[in-house]
């Protein structure tokens, strides 16, 4: 198995802001390990499935549906495993 470095981008992700849901996009990184880079990017994708961040998404009436975008997938280093940190921004349906 290699390293990889998948970046992913999210869109329309509810999260519980200040009494409300609102919508928001994100971008990340995460490592991982697979046999290919295509491996990668699904295993990047259960990465942010099982996030605690992102635990409580479900399908809701009158929100777009969650999605992952896969942007880029590159061998990496094994040294660079780190957990995925989100660049937020705002949303509207």
Known sequence: MAFYEVDLRGEFFPLHDKGRWKLFGFETTCHVEADSAQDAEMEAVKLIRIDPVWQH????????????????????????????EYDLYRMVK
């Open 57 to 84: 998404i479900r399908p809701r009436p009158g929100f777009p549906t969650p999605r992952l975008y896969p942007e880029g997938t590159v061998s990496a280093d094994p040294a660079e495993f780190s957990l995925p």
